[in-house]
C-alpha cells in the first residue's frame, strides 16, 4: 500500500524564530552604545532648549518629521519614550506635539506588535503552555476593555503593552484603534508638560540660570498618575460587568 501522507516540514530550531527579539536587542544595545538614551532625558532637554527651539524656528517640518521618526524607532527598540513626548510639547506645543507623538507612537508600536505576531508570538506560546491559553480566552472575550486599560495604566512599561496583546491573539484592527486612542489621555498630559516647561526653560536660559527639569517634570507627572488609574478603572468596567455580572444572571 502506498502512503500518500504529506511530509511534514520539520520545525524551526527556537534559535531561529527568535529573529525579531535579535533585530531589536540589536537596535537597543546600538542606540544604548551611541549614548542616545541620554538624549532623550528631561535634563537633555534644560540643556539644549535654546539649540533645540532655535532649530525648530529654522526647519520646522524636517524637525516634525524627524521628531516622528524617532519616536517610531525609540518605540520599536523600546527606548522608553516618555521625555520624548515631554520634548514634543517643549518644540512644537501640545496642538502639534501630541498629535505628532500619537502618530509616531502608534506606528512604533504596530511594528513591534506585528513582529511579535510572527514566529515570536507562537514560540512564546509555546513555552508558556495551558496558562497562557487560559489567559488568551479571556483577554479575548473583552479584547477591546483590556487593551485601552493596558494603554492607560502608568505601571505597565510601554513596550508591554505593545508585545504582550499580540501574544495573547489581539486582533490588529482592535490593537490598532485602541492604541491609537488609548494613548491621547497620556499623551496629551505629558505633552502638556513640555509645553508649560518651554518658557519656563528659555527665559532661564536668557538670564543664565538652571533649571531641575527631572524634578518639575517629576512633581508635575504625579498629579497626573491618579487621573490616569481612573481612566484605566473606566475602560475596565465593561470587563468587570460581563465577568460577574453576566455570570450571576445565568446562575441564577
Same mark, same amino acid.
Given at each position: ?22 533585530? %531589536?536587542?540589536? *537596535?537597543?544595545? !546600538?542606540? %544604548?552604545?551611541? @549614548? ?9 532637554? $534644560?540643556?539644549?532648549?535654546?539649540? #533645540? ?10 524637525? /516634525? /518629521? ?31 506635539? =501630541? ?8 506606528? $512604533? ?16 506560546? $509555546?513555552?508558556? *503552555? ?41 486582533? !490588529? ?9 488609548? %494613548?491621547?489621555?497620556?499623551?496629551? =498630559? ?5 509645553? @508649560? ?26 498629579? #497626573?498618575?491618579?487621573?490616569? !488609574?481612573? /481612566? ?19 446562575? =441564577?
Amino acid at each position: 500500500m502506498t502512503d500518500t501522507s504529506t511530509p511534514q516540514t520539520p520545525s524551526k530550531p527556537i534559535w531561529i524564530k527568535l529573529w525579531p527579539v535579535y533585530i %531589536i536587542l540589536a *537596535g537597543l544595545a !546600538f542606540a %544604548i552604545s551611541q @549614548g542616545w538614551h541620554t538624549q532623550l532625558s528631561p535634563a537633555a532637554l $534644560g540643556e539644549n532648549a535654546v539649540y #533645540l527651539n532655535t532649530l525648530v524656528q529654522e526647519n520646522f517640518v524636517l524637525v /516634525l /518629521l524627524a521628531f516622528i521618526g524617532i519616536y517610531i524607532a525609540a518605540t520599536v527598540f523600546m527606548v522608553p519614550a516618555s521625555a520624548l513626548t515631554i520634548g514634543g510639547g517643549f518644540l512644537f506645543g501640545l496642538a502639534i506635539g =501630541a498629535p505628532a507623538t500619537v502618530v509616531g507612537a502608534t506606528i $512604533g508600536a504596530s511594528i513591534l506588535f506585528l513582529a511579535a505576531k510572527t514566529s515570536l508570538g507562537e514560540t512564546l506560546k $509555546g513555552i508558556a *503552555g495551558p496558562f497562557l491559553g487560559k489567559m488568551e480566552a479571556g483577554f479575548n472575550e473583552n479584547a477591546i476593555s483590556y487593551l485601552f486599560t493596558l494603554r492607560l495604566i502608568p505601571i505597565f512599561p510601554f513596550a508591554v503593552s505593545n508585545i504582550a496583546p499580540a501574544i495573547l491573539g489581539a486582533k !490588529f484592527r482592535d490593537y490598532f484603534i485602541t492604541t491609537g486612542l488609548g %494613548i491621547i489621555p497620556g499623551t496629551v =498630559a505629558y505633552t502638556w508638560i513640555g509645553a @508649560g516647561l518651554r518658557g519656563t526653560l528659555l527665559d532661564a536660559a536668557a538670564a543664565g540660570e538652571s533649571v531641575d527639569v527631572g524634578a518639575v517634570v517629576g512633581a508635575a507627572a504625579k498629579n #497626573l498618575i491618579p487621573a490616569l !488609574f481612573a /481612566l484605566a478603572v473606566v475602560a475596565l468596567i465593561p470587563a468587570i460587568y460581563k465577568k460577574f455580572f453576566k455570570k450571576t444572571a445565568v446562575t =441564577a
